[in-house]
Each structure stands twice: as structure tokens, then as C-alpha cells.
């Protein structure tokens, strides 16, 4: 059913029932409008009450503040889901606030609403108001922008690039990508997943979708908003919350999905992976007819994680039988630029059938020694030859040449790209595909001990009745001695005099440093003084520090001083691991390098919880730093388990103690013989 159906040329709702009525002998039309319409191929109805019983889907193209009050009319039929294409209902408006109650109560799931509509090519149905159909295939798209749906379909047919589903979902007001992917990962006639996203609301639920489909489908997003700017764009775009490029990252990677940096890429990622959605490997063979052209695909592959194949003694032997004296004898096999078709085919014959190829790419550089199409049909024979189907991408170089091959190469379901560089970047996302679902963690980690949890609560419980939301330094390093995470011994004084004395239960030379509720930043106001040698220097520096303070922060509540003894470690590292809040996927875990220079440097990984020791080892692994943690000239190797069962506690401090909004440990001390938190802050929700 088609509600806002119109004979208007111009208006949506001629677009959508022009669309609707390409293949309407394939389903039954009703198209609604409160005018009287004649359309050959469609029911037409005046109002929705004499519509029949039958129609499954309803499509809205009318004004916002008309929607609630169909929506009622829609559940009295029976109807349970509904396209809203209309915009300006998005969820905190009255209109749109309505729409969601009046379908909640009736039970009506909705796409949209602010979309293109929804395109189910083997179906026929093109509920959208997009240009063009989509060819059918077995890729999937959802998209949060009308415009880029519309355009990949536009892109799609002269690519030969077909969808089982073009899903243009706009606000998700209701229905989000969690449970779209769902279906889709059910759906036998989807093979992969394309998304375009700009933001979202329940971040973790996306994650958990995610990881059930990447598992037994690739899924490849372009993630719009990744700065500053952009992401406030997005926000007013879709209403979505668009939260840290970097957070979203992480959530790709814990889910298994692989992002494209550009719609050019995604269109690559498209033509990639509606031919060849899953790779047997990864090693990859090149045969080219030119030299130059091979030496740019292996530059491409340099940031692809992607190895060359190593051609067997068996296969050069081959090649050398059937090229001449002067070819590479290697991958690239370049087989010279006078190659003919016969040339063609037995060097793609050889290489595919190598055991240590599982991919190859076949370019051709125009020459005036070939017919138009010859090169292509010799090596779509040859990949159709070979008894162990292996995937074969092929790189066409120059407008007419690739234009002469595209039938030939399009019927042997081998994706084409115009440059080296293309070609390599599409073969990247299906090997990072291969990864990624190979790479995903099981969800579980090991549990926090009950009784570090019921010392942790204890200790938030404390700060809350005290009207506090900043813990001192030394709960929050009981907080973390909780979790079996290593601290340094601290003593706390409330006066100078006091300070002197705590020095008699710890081990010189000291470290002293103020504690206040309104101090974040200890250094920054000269809160924190090093290297004392005595009790008496001790006492001495706690007076100055007061007394500094006072002058450079006078609202500042000093409630007294911490006292430890110095850690004297010549070869360790300073490190920084914590716990952070994401509007959109709730908390997450950092790592990275540590000290007063930390923003500065700027080097650090994220993951979602939970996180196992294993991805901790991984994280540590995504890092800067990590290089030096292994070990360099005569500074030992760090104990990075060390380090990772700090990262795993952690996440399991993150998930047992929800009210915690902020976690820092910096620096987190770590060297061959362990680590130690040297300093830490957490702030409470409020």
C-alpha cells in the first residue's frame, strides 16, 4: 500500500508509484490519496479504510503531521510495517513523538522515517523514489542517507553490481541497524553488507548484531561525521549520536567489520564483494603484460595486509615453457607487453592452479597486438578452466580497453577495476573481511572476584554520601588494588607535620602530592613534588605546596597530602591505561603511552568491554609504544602480560561498576619485572 500516492510529476509520491508499478504484476498495488486517481496496474483508493485485507507492507509519502493518525488506520488493517519516507519527525518533535507512541500501541515496526525507501530487487519492489532500479544480486545495503543509497544504485548497474537489498533507514526512529543486520544475516540471498552510517543511538546493541552476522557474512562500513565538523553534520542530519571516530573504530573492530575510508572506496568494497564475497586465502599472484603496471600493485599492497604469493619451482617450470626467455620469472609474472591471447590464458592456467595462490590479479595494458576484448575472454577461459575455482580480479587500464572487456569479465563474475591501485584496495577489504571475522573473540571474560566488587561499591558509596563524584587518590588506588591491579603504597596526611610522621611506615626517598577535590591535574599547580630525601624534607615540601596552591588555585579544598616512596626503575615505561564514557557505546577501555606529555604524543588503542587477556595483548599490540615494550639495545623486554591483566581488570571494573564515569591510571609503570599504577583518578557519574 502506497499512502501519499500522487500523479504529480515532481512530487514523491509520483516517484515511488512510478517506481511501484515497474513490476506491479508481481504484487497487488493499492495506492491511496484523498483525490480520486486512475493508474493502470494499481487498486486506487480515496482513503485507507476501503483498501481490502492482504497488504503486508505500507509505504508513507505524505505531510509529518498527517503520519500518527495513519499509522492508527494502518493497525486497524491489519498492517504491521511501514516506510516512513515523510521527514520531520524526528524524535524529539511532537509529530514524531506521536508517530512512536501510535506504534508502539499498535505494534507497527517502522523504517525511516526522513529515508529514500526500500528497494527488494527480487522481489520487484522498488519502494523508494530513487532514479533507478537496483539490479538484483547478493549484496545488501543500509544506509542512514537517502542520497548515497540513491547513489549506489545509481553507480551499480553499468558496474554490474547487484543487491538482494537496498534498505534506506534514514532517523531510526525505531527500526536500527541491530535489527536490520539480524534479518539480513538470515536472508540466503545476501552474501555480504554494505553500510553507510553517520551515527547511532545504542551503540553496544549494534556491536552484538554485528558480531553475529560478520561470522558467517563480510560486512563493510563507511563511517560519515569522523570529525568534529562532520560529526555535528551528522547529528543534525539523522539525530544519531555520533560520538569519537576513534570509539567507532574499535567497535568495528571488536564486531568484525571492516570500514572503507571513502564512497569511492565503498563503491570498490561493492564490485569486490558482489563477485567474490568470501576468499579461500589471502596470497595473491599478479600476471600482467606490463612491468610498470605490476610495480604499482605491489606498492598498493604495502598497505594491505595482504602477502604476495611464492610461486612453486612446478609453476615457474610451467611458465617458463609457455613465455619467453625475458619474463619476470616471479610474482608479478609480467608477461611481456607482445603477449597475445594464447600467451594470456596459459600463464593465468599456471598460475591458478599453484597450491600457494588463493587469489590473482590479471591487468592488461592496451596495446595494438590485441583485439578489443581478446585478453579479457582469454583469461575469463582460463579462470573457468581450472578445477579448484579460484577468485580472479582483473585490473583493465585506459576507458576503451576496460569498456571493450566489461561484458566478458562481467559474465565471468570477474570484478574490474580501472587502476593497480583500485584493484589492490578492493582486494584489501575482502582479505580485511577474511581477518576480521577469522580475528573475532568469543563475548565472554572472565568474571571479577564478588568480593572486589563489593570493595569497590563500598568505596563509591563512600565519595556519593560525601557529596563527592572525584575520588582521592588514595580510594582510587584501593579501588584498584581491589581489582588486583598493582599500586604503589600510600599514606595519607592531613597536615604537613602528619605527612612527616607516614614516612616512618615507607621506604625513602619519597613523593608527596596534594590531595584536593578540586584538583584534577596535580602538576599543573605544582601538587606534586619528587625525589625527597627525608621525613624533614617531606614536611618542608607539604608547607610550600600549601602555601603554592593557595596562591595559584585559592578555591581549591585541600584536604591534605599523599604520601608514597619513589619507584626507582631506570628501564621502565610510562603508561597509560583507563576507562572512558561513549555517548554512544557506553564505556570503553584506553591504552597507550603515559606521563605529563600524554596528550601530546597522543598514542593510544581502544576497545570495547569486555576485553579478554588476549585482546589486551592485542591493544598493547595497536600502540606506538609497543615497539618499546619489546625490548630494545640493553633494555629488556617488558612483562606485556603484565600490562594486559591490568587492561583486562580494567574491563571488568568497567561492567561491575557501572557508576564509575571516568577511570586514569597514569602512569602505570612498566617494565621485565611488572607494573605498578603510580597514580590514579576516577570521577562518578552524576
Known amino acids: 500500500m502506497l499512502v501519499g500516492a500522487s500523479q504529480e510529476t515532481g512530487s514523491v509520491g509520483h516517484a515511488v508509484l512510478t517506481n511501484l508499478l515497474r513490476e506491479a504484476d508481481r504484487f497487488e498495488l493499492h495506492a491511496v490519496n484523498p483525490h480520486k486517481l486512475v493508474i493502470p496496474g494499481a487498486h486506487c483508493h480515496t482513503g485507507i479504510q476501503t483498501v481490502p485485507p492482504g497488504p503486508a507492507l505500507a509505504v508513507i509519502a505524505i505531510p509529518a503531521r498527517l503520519v500518527p493518525d495513519v499509522l492508527r488506520k494502518l493497525a486497524a488493517k491489519g498492517i504491521g510495517l511501514a516506510v516512513i519516507i515523510s521527514a520531520g519527525l524526528g524524535k524529539t518533535t511532537e509529530p514524531g513523538q506521536e508517530m512512536l507512541r501510535v506504534a508502539r500501541e499498535a505494534g507497527i515496526r517502522i523504517i525511516g522515517p526522513n529515508c529514500l525507501g526500500i528497494i527488494l530487487p527480487h522481489m520487484g519492489i522498488n519502494a523508494s523514489f530513487a532514479s533507478h532500479d537496483a539490479p538484483a544480486g547478493e549484496l545488501a545495503l543500509l544506509s542512514q542517507s537517502g542520497a548515497i543509497a540513491s547513489a549506489m544504485v545509481e553507480w551499480a548497474a553499468p558496474h554490474g553490481v547487484g543487491f538482494s537489498a537496498i534498505l534506506s533507514i534514514g532517523d531510526m526512529a525505531q527500526t536500527g541497524f541491530d535489527e536490520l543486520l539480524e534479518l539480513l544475516a538470515a536472508d540466503p540471498q545476501t552474501r555480504a553488507i554494505l553500510i553507510y552510517m553517520e551515527g547511532l543511538d545504542d551503540g553496544r546493541a549494534f556491536v552484538k548484531a554485528a558480531r553475529a552476522v560478520t561470522a558467517i557474512k563480510p560486512v563493510i562500513v563507511l563511517k560519515a561525521g569522523r570529525g568534529t565538523v562532520a560529526g555535528r553534520a551528522a547529528l543534525s542530519h539523522t539525530g544519531a549520536l555520533a560520538g569519537s571516530w576513534e570509539v567507532y573504530r574499535a567497535a568495528f573492530h571488536e564486531a568484525g567489520i571492516v570500514t572503507a575510508s571513502s564512497l569511492d572506496a565503498l563503491f570498490d568494497a561493492a564490485a569486490m564483494l558482489d563477485d567474490v564475497p568470501e576468499l579461500p586465502g589471502e596470497r595473491l599472484a599478479i600476471v600482467t603484460n606490463g612491468g610498470g603496471a605490476g610495480v604499482l600493485a605491489l606498492d598498493a599492497m604495502e598497505v594491505t595486509s ?40 596459459a600463464a593465468m592456467e599456471a598460475v591458478l592452479a599453484d597450491d600457494g595462490v588463493d587469489a590473482v590479479l590479471a591487468m592488461n595494458c592496451p596495446t595494438g597486438l590485441l583485439m578489443p576484448g581478446e585478453a579479457a575472454r582469454a583469461v575469463a577461459d582460463a579462470a573457468g578452466s581450472v578445477p579448484r575455482k579460484k577468485p580472479v580480479i582483473a585490473c583493465w587500464l585506459g576507458d576503451a580497453n576496460r569498456a571493450s572487456s566489461h561484458e566478458v569479465l562481467g559474465a565471468a563474475r570477474i570484478p574490474e577495476f580501472s587502476t593497480p591501485a583500485q584493484a589492490i584496495r578492493a582486494f584489501g577489504y575482502a582479505t580485511a573481511a577474511r581477518w576480521a571475522r577469522v580475528q573475532i573473540l568469543p563475548d565472554g571474560a572472565s568474571a571479577p572476584d564478588v568480593d572486589a566488587i563489593v570493595r569497590g ?43 612527616e610522621q607516614a614516612c616512618t611506615e615507607l621506604p625513602a626517598p619519597y613523593a608527596i602530592k596534594i590531595v584536593s577535590p578540586d584538583i584534577t591535574h596535580k602538576s599543573d599547580f605544582g601538587g606534586v613534588v619528587l625525589g625527597l630525601a627525608d621525613a624533614a624534607a617531606v614536611r618542608q615540601a607539604a608547607r610550600a605546596m600549601a602555601k603554592r596552591i593557595a596562591t595559584r588555585f585559592p578555591e581549591a579544598r585541600i584536604e591534605g597530602f599523599a604520601i608514597q616512596p619513589m619507584i626507582r626503575r631506570k628501564a621502565a615505561h610510562e603508561l597509560f591505561a583507563g576507562i572512558a564514557c561513549d555517548p554512544s557505546f557506553g564505556p570503553v577501555i584506553l591504552f597507550g603511552a603515559g606521563g605529563t606529555a600524554i596528550e601530546v604524543i597522543d598514542d593510544k588503542s581502544i576497545a570495547l ?3 579478554h587477556l588476549e585482546r589486551a595483548k592485542q591493544l598493547i599490540g595497536e600502540t606506538r609504544i609497543a615497539r618499546l615494550l619489546s625490548g630494545y639495545r640493553n633494555v629488556p623486554a617488558t612483562d606485556q602480560t603484565a600490562v594486559a591483566e591490568v587492561i583486562a581488570a580494567l574491563s571488568n571494573i568497567a561492567l ?7 577511570l586514569d591510571i597514569n602512569p602505570l609503570i612498566a617494565d621485565a619485572d611488572g607494573v605498578v599504577a603510580l597514580d590514579a583518578r576516577v570521577v562518578l557519574r552524576k
Open 609 to 611: 568491554p569486555p576485553v
Open 656 to 662: 561491575a561498576l557501572p557508576r564509575i564515569a571516568e
Open 457 to 499: 561499591d563500598a568505596i563509591i558509596d563512600a565519595v556519593l554520601a560525601d557529596n563527592r563524584h572525584l575520588l582521592s587518590e588514595i580510594e582510587a588506588k584501593g579501588l584498584l588494588a581491589a581489582f588486583g591491579i598493582p599500586v604503589v603504597s600510600t599514606q595519607f596526611a592531613a597536615t604537613a607535620e602528619l605527612a
Open 306 to 345: 595482504a602477502p604476495l604469493a611464492e610461486l612453486s619451482d612446478d609453476t615457474v617450470s610451467r611458465l617458463d615453457a609457455v613465455l619467453p626467455p625475458g619474463w619476470s620469472r616471479a610474482n608479478p609474472v609480467d608477461i611481456i607487453g607482445d603477449a597475445g591471447s594464447a600467451r594470456y590464458r
